[in-house]
């Protein structure tokens, strides 16, 4: 293939790369504001939307790490990087690869603070059913061999065998 090709396949990726990590992100924004707002139904969709995006960006990634295995080159980071400097020496491509590194970032960031509020609502609701079912609420507490065991009986561990 002839470097211009290349780099014009990368610009491609790139390209398609930053437009979904933009829908990406204002998903996982509207994501947040509907879990503040507990509506079941716009969850589930706004669920499968980002899992779209998630696979549709994996297959972006996969494209990617043939192009430079194509070119004798290895499917990763270091890899992209040599196709770039061989098929685009001017660097026109650094800054677009860049741009999509960081909205990714930003991505990972909302994405984490969602996995937040999740696990806060999960804990409200098993209190809440603990309360109901007159049970007390699920402790994850180490057991005697260091592993995580939710809902040790109280007291405490005088010695193991």
């Given at each position: 293939m002839d470097p211009g090709v290349c780099r014009e396949h990368l610009t491609e990726l790139f390209r398609d790369e930053s437009a979904l990590?933009?829908?990406?992100?204002?998903?996982?924004?509207?994501?947040?504001?509907?879990?503040?707002?507990?509506?079941?139904?716009?969850?589930?969709?706004?669920?499968?939307?980002r899992q779209a995006r998630m696979g549709a960006l994996a297959r972006l990634e996969a494209q990617r790490r043939s192009l430079c295995a194509l070119h004798g080159f290895a499917a990763d980071r270091a890899g992209l990087t040599a196709v770039m400097a061989w098929c685009d020496p001017g660097g026109t491509l650094t800054e677009q690869l860049r741009e999509c590194a960081e909205r990714a970032v930003r991505c990972r960031a909302l994405n984490d603070h969602n996995g937040v509020l999740v696990a806060a609502r999960l804990?409200?609701?098993?209190?809440?059913?603990?309360?109901?079912?007159?049970?007390p609420a699920r402790s994850d507490t180490y057991g005697p061999r260091g592993g995580v065991s939710a809902g040790i009986r109280p007291g405490r561990?005088?010695?193991a065998a």
């Open positions: 990590l933009v829908e990406l992100e204002q998903l996982l924004s509207l994501e947040a504001r509907i879990l503040e707002h507990s509506d079941i139904q716009k969850i589930e969709q706004t669920t499968r939307d804990k409200r609701i098993e209190s809440m059913l603990g309360a109901l079912t007159a049970r561990v005088l010695g």
